[in-house]
């Protein structure tokens, strides 16, 4: 009777306790807190409702999580800050943040690229755990700090198609002299294929590419693609994007502001970001198939990247990573750590993930038999 007794008063103390904590903050508490409003520039146009919509879905949730008074306004790129150079314009304070793939800054330092991702590396859970449990945070932070920036993965788009081409890729020769529009690391893997890479801005990739300015492009999947609206210029769509496993998208914040916040809205920053993570990655799986039918119903053409063109920019990656290694202390430190996690992440997913994934796949032609009688 007395452990009954004890139970069902702690059980009425404890609902007590998770009704003051869904009332936080108070509403004094609250009408106390600045009202503080942030710009946001992005690397995406407005038309791509999930990528770029990650950043006006972390502008929503903080408001939402601090009575609305702290404010953070969206930007699509160029409206403030030229689409590939939001790293620049936070680290300068220019701007108190910004919403970017790191990769894109590769050119100042490879090593931004393990907080994006790196080719033949983790995908989407494997990028999260690494993330969050396997020390990755921690490590960019450190390398981030080096740009007045504190990063948050805030976004993640799942693995990536392998682009659009106006020929099909048959051998590894057909990448020779190849104009590639392709970001990061990947563009200096494929040069050592004979490919000429090309950084271009998401909203100038359809008219390079209709003009004939370049070949081939890849950006996301099909939903994004499909806005783009590449099938109309290039007939030929590869998979997979063996460059962009899981990569992540980040919420830069200038130290100097991130220092100033309330704690409050520090946590809500941090909560948005993790949500934005969820969101996006949901989005994308569900428009993803429906856009990948419409195209093929249109007249795309699937294609697999072939076997031996895989395995030559596999071996071209290692050996890229050796080198920048060999000269960039910073980058080795993190790749140590990274391709030690990825290796064991793959032998984990070789006995469960991968062979359910690879069940499920086959069963798309495989009809239930019926039972007899």
Avoid: H
């Amino acid at each position: 009777m007395l452990r009954r007794k004890f139970l069902k008063g702690a059980a009425l103390a404890g609902a007590g306790s998770v009704g003051v904590a869904a009332s936080f903050p108070a509403p004094a508490l609250a009408q106390s807190m600045p009202e503080i409003k942030w710009r946001l520039p992005t690397s995406f146009p407005k038309s791509l409702d999930t990528i770029y919509g990650g950043s006006e879905f972390i502008a929503k949730r903080v408001a939402e999580l601090t009575d609305n008074k702290f404010q953070i306004r969206a930007f699509a790129g160029g409206e403030i800050v030229p689409p590939l150079q939001v790293l620049d314009a936070v680290q300068n304070g220019t701007v108190e943040a910004g919403y970017t793939v790191s990769y894109y800054y590769v050119g100042k330092d490879p090593t931004f690229a393990f907080d994006a991702c790196l080719p033949f590396g983790l995908n989407v859970r494997q990028q999260n755990s690494w993330m969050r449990n396997g020390g990755g945070l921690e490590l960019m932070r450190d390398f981030f700090k080096d740009y007045n920036i504190v990063q948050f993965p805030a976004g993640n788009t799942g693995t990536q198609m392998g682009g659009w081409f106006r020929k099909e890729i048959k051998t590894v020769e057909d990448l020779s002299g190849l104009k590639f529009r392709i970001a990061g690391i990947a563009g200096q893997i494929l040069t050592k294929l004979g490919v000429v890479p090309q950084q271009i801005g998401g909203g100038d990739i359809y008219p390079s590419l209709e003009k004939g300015t370049i070949d081939a492009a890849e950006w996301v999947g099909p939903y994004d693609d499909e806005k783009l609206g590449f099938n109309k210029v290039a007939k030929y769509y590869y998979y997979p994007g063996w460059w962009e496993g899981g990569p992540q998208v980040s919420l830069y914040i200038n130290q100097k502001q991130w220092d100033s916040l309330p704690k409050m809205y520090q946590a809500a920053l941090e909560t948005a970001s993790a949500e934005a993570i969820v969101w996006m990655l949901g989005k994308y799986d569900s428009q993803n198939p429906a856009a990948l039918k419409r195209l093929l119903g249109g007249g795309t053409q699937l294609r697999p990247f072939p076997k031996p063109v895989m395995d030559a920019a596999y071996d071209a990656a290692n050996a890229l990573y050796a080198e920048i290694s060999a000269k960039n202390p910073k980058f080795k430190k993190i790749y140590d750590s990274w391709v030690k996690y990825r290796d064991e992440q793959l032998l984990w997913f070789r006995v469960a993930e991968g062979t359910f994934d690879s069940y499920m796949a086959s069963t798309t032609t495989r009809k239930p038999k019926k039972k007899k009688g």
